[in-house]
């Protein structure tokens, strides 16, 4: 029987579970990015609306990246324990750089003669940003939450380390076993879920260029 075929007999024996890791891995990133999003985009908006505290808000969500991912959730495991909610939160640091700094280049991005002409016909600067400014700056944001959300899936593979389950719990009982087909059975996929999540937001992206084309 070749590796395949044992492969294959696995992932039929063990659908179940495998499923069962594969959805709680992605409501993981899922809820990790959603975090990143509602405190990303706000915090990468008032970097480019105040440029005094932006190499503040822009070096915090660096350092933050520059922490190993282990060393990151141990430190949070102290502070909220073990399990799904401490994954999450460290989802949502790692994601926060690219959409913060994206969020920040798409703003300063806009052409300062279409917001100009918003100001002539009397727009304040809350529609600005609103009618204007953010969804010129989308594009960007879809970069940024790309990349982010890949990030999300690879780092959440060593979400079992904290009791938080996912496909990583797959491949570090493989390591373990020293199981070759367990540790693909779960790889592969976390390797598909990224994928998936590149190509989706990418055709995303590719249509919010489309509609901001001349």
Not at 67 to 72: F, G, R, T
Not at 80 to 95: A, E, H
Not at 112 to 127: D, L
Not at 160 to 188: F, V
């Amino acid at each position: 029987m070749n590796f395949l075929t044992e492969l294959g007999t696995y992932v039929v024996e063990n659908q179940s579970e495998l499923l069962s890791m594969t959805w709680t891995h992605i409501l993981m990133v899922i809820y990790g990015i959603a975090l990143a999003l509602l405190v990303g985009v706000p915090l990468g908006i008032l970097a480019a609306k105040f440029e005094k505290i932006a190499p503040f808000i822009l070096s915090s969500t660096n350092i933050l990246q520059l922490i190993p991912s282990l060393a990151m959730l141990a430190i949070l495991m102290l502070y909220f324990g073990l399990g799904f909610q401490t994954m999450v939160i460290g989802l949502f640091f790692y994601s926060l750089l690219p959409i913060v700094r994206n969020t920040y280049v798409g703003i300063k991005e806009v052409d300062k003669s279409v917001t100009e002409a918003g100001k002539g016909i009397g727009m304040t600067p809350g529609q600005l940003l609103r009618k204007i400014e953010v969804p010129l700056s989308l594009p960007f944001l879809m970069a940024g939450l790309r990349v982010g959300s890949v990030i999300a899936v690879a780092v959440a593979c060593i979400g079992p380390y904290i009791g938080a389950g996912g496909l990583g719990d797959e491949i570090i009982s493989g390591i373990s076993l020293q199981s070759e087909i367990k540790i693909y059975a779960g790889a592969i996929p976390a390797t598909l879920i990224a994928i998936i999540a590149d190509a989706v937001l990418g055709r995303f992206e590719a249509k919010t260029k489309a509609r901001m084309a001349p």
